[in-house]
């Protein structure tokens, strides 16, 4: 029996319209409507077919029912550029992360959430606060994905189908989570976990209206400030820095040049002149596009364990992808691919 929840969150995952399906599969877009609101049941044989067009194993349409996550939970900085479709397709596998992470959470104890909410509170201030309850004092952030994992938040990779977005974070019953593209460069990636953090902690406490474009601001100053803070970069003599000098800091705090610049020149250590001007060289030394020389992208630690922990109880990638009632792709396109992670017998722990 279909679960009507199901297809829509499978269509979706998709990004097809009903009409778009009604016109791959030859069934009226009437039908399928009428089998999405649960008014009736399709047959045995077109369930087959739909899960055939959806690319998903049936067993996923056939699971008990799902709640979607409501557009006006989040906040998507590239919304303006995006549209119904490409939203609605980027929450749908959002979605299914969470499932795995239903899965997870199942079998392991997680760490608990420990974000302060600090709705109201002025960006920097907001950034201050949390380092300061983490613990942090000004040291530059090792890591940023695992010092999320490590205060409670759950992070899953965007899939590949939703390039056209950084990532986007939420509260789905109590718990953050954060989805980050893979395809953006180390420093970007660990600016755009930053940013998501500041959503959490600035907007996560009541829905944010999609399209305030100040809360992008905000998560931007916020991801600043966390990641450069002020104190940090003040004691690092960068009063009028050249391009050279802050390609050769950038490392410092592991952040793209680009965004150095912009904090430089926030905190007044650049005139307005010279934050051009600095923009413009590293722009033709490729540090808009790019980030020559650049970090590794940082992946999720606990999701690693977790893979590897279920490994060594026999439990396979493609056993859990089919308990799920997804493919063993789908299942990697959402953890960062880390269900592949190798297990090197024989080697020192
Ligand atoms: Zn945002």
Same mark, same amino acid.
Request: charged fraction near 25%.
């Given at each position: 029996?279909?679960?009507?929840?199901?297809?829509?969150?499978?269509?979706?995952?998709?990004?097809?319209?009903?009409? &778009?399906?009604?016109?791959?599969?030859?069934?009226?877009?009437?039908?399928?409507?009428?089998?999405?609101?649960?008014?009736?049941?399709?047959?045995?044989?077109?369930?087959?077919?739909?899960?055939?067009?959806?690319?998903?194993?049936?067993?996923?349409?056939?699971?008990?029912?799902?709640?979607?996550?409501?557009?006006?939970?989040?906040? $998507?900085?590239?919304?303006? !550029?995006?549209?119904?479709?490409?939203?609605?397709?980027?929450?749908?596998?959002?979605?299914?992360?969470?499932?795995? *992470?239903?899965?997870?959470?199942?079998?392991?104890?997680?760490?608990?959430?420990?974000?302060?909410?600090?709705?109201?509170?002025?960006?920097?201030?907001?950034?201050?606060?949390?380092?300061?309850?983490?613990?942090?004092?000004?040291?530059?952030?090792? *890591?940023?994905?695992?010092?999320?994992?490590?205060?409670?938040?759950?992070?899953?990779?965007?899939?590949?189908?939703?390039?056209?977005?950084?990532?986007?974070?939420?509260?789905?019953?109590?718990?953050?989570?954060? $989805?980050?593209?893979?395809?953006?460069?180390?420093?970007?990636?660990?600016?755009?976990?930053?940013?998501?953090?500041?959503?959490?902690?600035?907007?996560?406490?009541?829905?944010?209206?999609?399209?305030?474009?100040?809360?992008?601001?905000?998560? *931007?100053? $916020?991801?600043?400030?966390?990641?450069?803070?002020?104190?940090?970069?003040?004691?690092?003599?960068?009063?009028?820095?050249?391009?050279?000098?802050?390609?050769?800091? !950038?490392?410092?705090? *592991?952040?793209?040049?680009?965004?150095?610049?912009?904090?430089?020149?926030?905190?007044?250590?650049?005139?307005?002149?010279?934050?051009?001007?600095?923009?413009?060289?590293?722009?033709?030394?490729?540090?808009?596009?790019?980030?020559?020389?650049?970090?590794?992208?940082?992946?999720?630690?606990?999701?690693? !364990?977790?893979?590897?922990?279920? &490994?060594?109880?026999?439990?396979?990638?493609?056993?859990?992808?089919?308990?799920?009632?997804?493919?063993?792709?789908?299942?990697?396109?959402?953890? $960062?691919?880390?269900?592949?992670?190798?297990? !090197?017998?024989?080697?020192?722990?």
């Amino acid at each position: 029996m279909l679960t009507p929840s199901r297809l829509i969150v499978a269509r979706k995952r998709r990004g097809l319209t009903l009409t &778009r399906l009604a016109e791959l599969t030859g069934i009226s877009t009437h039908s399928l409507s009428v089998y999405e609101n649960g008014h009736q049941t399709p047959t045995d044989e077109t369930l087959d077919q739909l899960a055939t067009t959806l690319d998903i194993p049936r067993q996923f349409l056939e699971a008990p029912d799902v709640d979607e996550i409501p557009e006006a939970a989040v906040s $998507f900085r590239a919304l303006s !550029k995006m549209t119904a479709r490409q939203r609605d397709r980027a929450l749908a596998a959002g979605r299914i992360a969470i499932m795995i *992470n239903d899965w997870i959470e199942a079998r392991f104890r997680l760490p608990t959430a420990d974000i302060p909410t600090l709705t109201g509170h002025d960006p920097e201030s907001a950034a201050e606060i949390v380092r300061a309850g983490w613990g942090l004092g000004e040291r530059p952030v090792t *890591n940023m994905l695992h010092l999320l994992e490590a205060h409670g938040t759950r992070i899953y990779s965007l899939t590949a189908e939703n390039d056209e977005l950084d990532a986007y974070s939420l509260y789905w019953y109590g718990r953050p989570f954060v $989805f980050l593209s893979t395809g953006k460069t180390g420093e970007r990636g660990r600016f755009d976990a930053a940013h998501e953090l500041g959503h959490l902690v600035l907007h996560g406490e009541h829905q944010v209206p999609s399209e305030r474009p100040a809360a992008e601001v905000e998560a *931007n100053r $916020f991801a600043a400030a966390f990641l450069m803070p002020r104190a940090s970069v003040l004691a690092h003599g960068l009063a009028n820095a050249t391009p050279d000098q802050i390609v050769q800091a !950038k490392r410092v705090w *592991n952040v793209a040049a680009m965004a150095l610049t912009h904090r430089l020149h926030e905190l007044e250590l650049l005139t307005d002149w010279g934050y051009r001007s600095a923009c413009v060289q590293l722009s033709r030394m490729g540090y808009r596009r790019a980030e020559p020389e650049g970090i590794q992208r940082e992946s999720s630690q606990l999701l690693g !364990k977790v893979f590897r922990s279920v &490994r060594a109880d026999g439990m396979t990638p493609a056993r859990i992808a089919a308990e799920l009632g997804i493919s063993p792709a789908e299942l990697l396109g959402h953890v $960062f691919g880390l269900t592949l992670t190798p297990v !090197k017998c024989g080697a020192p722990p």
